[in-house]
């Protein structure tokens, strides 16, 4: 089981950045392609909100790869 948690460990600290990344890359999008404030706020919003989830699954990652669930 103690395998299992870390190994889920570097999937959570892979998934932050690469969730932070995906919705960068997709508020990109729908900003160039209509760039108006109705669509860019609520993607500044959505970004701002999201990016401290993002970290905290990171670290929850971090402190499972490095055992400290285990118990």
Not at 14 to 32: H, M, T, Y
Request: proline residues 6%; aromatic residues 16%.
């Amino acid at each position: 089981m103690n395998l299992v948690k870390r190994i889920l460990g570097i999937f959570w600290l892979l998934a932050g950045p690469l969730a932070i990344f995906l919705l960068i890359w997709e508020a990109w999008r729908k900003i160039a392609a209509n760039p108006v404030q109705d669509v860019y706020l609520p993607w500044i919003i959505i970004i701002t909100i999201f990016t401290p989830i993002a970290v905290g699954l990171m670290i929850f990652g971090y402190y499972a790869l490095k055992g400290e669930y285990d118990s």
